[in-house]
Nanobody, 121 residues
């Protein structure tokens, strides 16, 4: 079972930046893709970004493309989500996701506990 621990959420003004981190344990981190999802109040959880095992391939939802950057440090078993030019509509609980495969798309096997991101206007 993969354990995922997110950190880095908080309150930020519109136009600001935050960096989320997700530390993983329980499997060979460098062999698998990783992803981020978010869930706004009263809405379904949605895909935000994903990264292949090597970090060479990245994938983004249209709503965050050009503003968010996903990256990973396989030596630290950590995946990051750099969020710039934040908008109030980015407000959500952000979840780290551990896919079952090495590339994307892939079925999600484990979820983190989530970290709240609130963007004020």
């Amino acid at each position: 079972q993969v354990q995922l621990v997110e950190s880095g959420g908080g309150l930020v003004q519109a136009g600001g930046s935050l960096r989320l981190s997700c530390a993983a344990s329980g499997r060979t981190f460098s062999s698998y893709a990783m992803g981020w999802f978010r869930q706004a109040p009263g809405k379904e959880r949605k895909f935000v970004a994903a990264i292949s095992w090597s970090g060479f391939s990245t994938y983004y939802a249209d709503s965050v493309k050009g503003r968010f950057t996903i990256s990973r440090d396989n030596a630290k078993n950590t995946v990051y989500l750099q969020m710039n030019s934040l908008k109030p509509e980015d407000t959500a609980v952000y979840y780290c996701a551990a896919p079952l495969g090495s590339s994307w798309p892939s079925q999600i096997g484990s979820w983190g506990q989530g970290t709240q991101v609130t963007v004020s206007s």
